[in-house]
């Protein structure tokens, strides 16, 4: 066994740490109950907690995260079931990352509520050791799987994923991120360990789906939604992988209007979604969960 191997295996021992949310789910799907869920997302916020001056062409006025929390509180009082995510890149941007390295941002997403999010190569900006002591005032998990992080002070502190439990629904979560070399400085992510999101990924979602019982399986992805080349993307991710059902985009700040499909190994269609950058949009997927199928349909809501 070679080294690449050897580390991959021992990586993958630690998959079975992941925190689980919620009571264990009852039989919903078999009897034919109908549960609704909505999944909010954001990506490449990159620090702008104000809306964009007026001065920002066509997208002067917009975001901002007192009018992302207004929209949120709203749709949370008319929906039941409500999860947030967020797709990394959360730092680097606005002078609010160069005076206060990242906490107001991170205490934001905290006040907002948010229920998951995954790293972006631009969360390493400040360096790791500024990354463990940001995340440490989260309140909530940081997924991701293909980082390796034992030999750094991120050792603990994220977890490959996560499960939410919804009415009767098991959602699980897991984050995937970009290759860091040659993309971040070595000084900013020391000794962390890049591992395939391709294996990974299929990896953690056949543990999620088979082993952990999840009805629904969401990666959340700082990989980019799709390259002219072989790099790895969403679009690669959703077609050589099995058991994702929804992909949450980042890095590349690709706006889609409403998701799209991608049929993955066994020929059934993955989701995938991305909501620009800079919190001008916030993602909404509205997901049907009946007789042991979900069904959704997705938009992107500007916040203004």
């Not at 700082?222 to 790099?231: A, E, I, M, S, V």
């Not at 985009?249 to 059934?268: I, M, Q, R, S, Y």
Request: glycine share 10%.
């Amino acid at each position: 066994m070679d080294a690449l191997q050897s580390n991959r295996r021992q990586f993958l021992k630690l998959l079975g740490t992941a925190a689980v949310i919620g009571a264990t789910a009852p039989e919903a799907l078999a009897k034919g109950k109908t549960t609704q869920l909505t999944i909010l997302h954001t990506n490449d916020v990159h620090s702008r907690l104000d809306p964009f001056p007026m001065d920002a062409g066509r997208n002067a006025g917009k975001g901002g995260v007192a009018r992302r929390m207004s929209l949120i509180e709203r749709i949370r009082q008319e929906q039941k079931n409500v999860l947030l995510f967020d797709a990394g890149d959360i730092f680097q941007g606005t002078p609010y990352f160069n005076l206060y390295n990242g906490e107001p941002e991170i205490l934001a997403m905290k006040r907002l509520g948010y229920d998951a999010g995954t790293i972006g190569n631009h969360d390493f900006d400040g360096g790791i050791d500024n990354m463990r002591d940001q995340f440490a005032k989260a309140g909530f998990p940081f997924v991701i799987a293909n980082y390796d992080f034992r030999n750094t002070v991120m050792d603990g502190r994220t977890q490959p994923s996560t499960i939410f439990t919804k009415d009767g629904i098991r959602i699980g979560v897991f984050g995937l991120g970009i290759q860091p070399a040659g993309l971040i400085p070595k000084a900013m992510y020391k000794e962390t360990k890049y591992l395939d999101p391709i294996e990974i990924g299929n990896d953690v979602a056949a543990r999620l789906r088979t082993n952990e019982k999840c009805d629904y399986v969401i990666c959340l992805s700082h990989l980019g939604f799709k390259y002219n080349d072989d790099t790895v993307s969403d679009n690669v991710l959703a077609a050589k992988t099995r058991n994702i059902d929804l992909i949450i985009g980042g890095h590349t700040h690709t706006f889609l209007e409403a998701p799209v499909t991608v049929n993955n190994l066994d020929g059934k269609p993955t989701v995938i979604n991305q909501v620009g950058f800079g919190g001008i949009y916030l993602g909404r997927i509205d997901l049907t969960f009946e007789r042991g199928k979900a069904t959704s349909t997705g938009q992107a809501v500007e916040v203004k």
